[in-house]
């Protein structure tokens, strides 16, 4: 079996690879999100959604490449933002955020950025890592103002990159998808397997 | 909050429903899935794949609405299969079924059909019904030889239609999507908001 590290504090993530019948050790990184996205925007203005997540993924895992127990892992770090109309879009944290973003989306289209980066940490004198950053277009449901009220009034929005779930309440509210679903809930799996490859390592070793 | 009955033995459809936020009644359905569609497939034999699950959820959500605990209760039927290559495909069932069946899938396409049939039986002496059949294309993604021994060996192919999950350990083999994803997995939450909003009910007022 191959250890497998999850740097990330997301409970989807983990909820995501545990269905998947994979438990990774999770190790939370020690990394300021915000500001390292102020940095990088400060030093790329141009900066895609794409880097960002990107950047992110990859600062989150090598966060964590210094603890102990994450020697003779892989380290998973991941990152996700939602691109819609020219705008990066993180967690709205605000029922009111949340309502205007919703009524944007509504009967449009966004496109979901999950940004992953491996580091095989097997050697700990000599770690390697690798970045993927998968892709996926979301068409969103037309929705009536009851339903974004009802679902802002849960909370759940608020903490989700893009303000929604696929894999949660809101479900419901997304018509359609073009590529990866899993990219949508913030981890790939296929890009997981195709970063593990990379490093010689078996997708199926990783299951529990 | 509005009583959801889910006549399906799928633990896919039920898990699915609940992460959606919706704890169903579950009513085994009394129906002979085999006999029916050979019936069917005797009456047409150009039955599509969207025709026969169709028939099938109708045939699952009807089979429980003599039940006593149906009454006042939205009863959701559902019906799955995978259709590749001409072929309509279920459960393999047999480890050697699903190895021939993954030799053909591999790097190839399918679209995955689920069948939807709602029943308002708020009122039992007039209950009312309505089908939907959602479909999604499957990118199945390239596997070596040892991927796929490895995956029909943990036994998972071999219970689902078309011999793969989305939302279990075949999450990594698919490399993407399009159309909804939920479908996949059995159960189009965006077909069963669609459906309850026919009979006048606000999606929401299905959560727990």
């Not at 050790?25 to 990088?40: I, S, Y």
């Not at 893009?162 to 809101?170: E, P």
Request: proline fraction near 5%; aromatic fraction near 6%.
């Amino acid at each position: 079996m191959t250890r497998l590290v999850l740097a990330s504090s997301s409970p989807a993530r983990l909820a995501l690879l545990r269905s998947a019948g994979i438990e990774p050790e999770v190790v939370l990184p020690n990394t300021d999100e915000p500001a390292l996205a102020a940095k990088a925007r400060t030093e790329n203005p141009n900066l895609s959604a794409q880097e960002l997540v990107g950047l992110l993924a990859k600062a989150k895992a090598e966060s964590v490449l210094h603890e102990l127990s994450t020697e003779g892992a892989l380290i998973l770090g991941g990152d996700s933002a939602l691109e819609f109309q020219g705008e990066i879009l993180g967690k709205p944290h605000e029922p009111k955020v949340a309502l205007e973003r919703w009524a944007k989306l509504s009967g449009n289209v966004g496109v979901l950025h999950s940004g992953h980066y491996l580091i095989d940490n097997r050697d700990p004198a000599n770690p390697v890592g690798a970045q993927m950053v998968s892709s996926t277009k979301v068409f969103f449901s037309k929705l009536s103002k009851q339903e974004i009220a009802d679902y802002v009034a849960t909370g759940e929005p608020l903490k989700v990159a893009g303000a929604f779930t696929i894999d949660g309440l809101g479900g419901a509210f997304i018509d359609r998808i073009e590529g990866d679903s899993h990219t949508v809930v913030g981890l790939s799996l296929k890009v997981l397997r195709e970063l593990a490859a990379g490093f010689g390592v078996h997708y199926p070793s990783f299951w529990r």
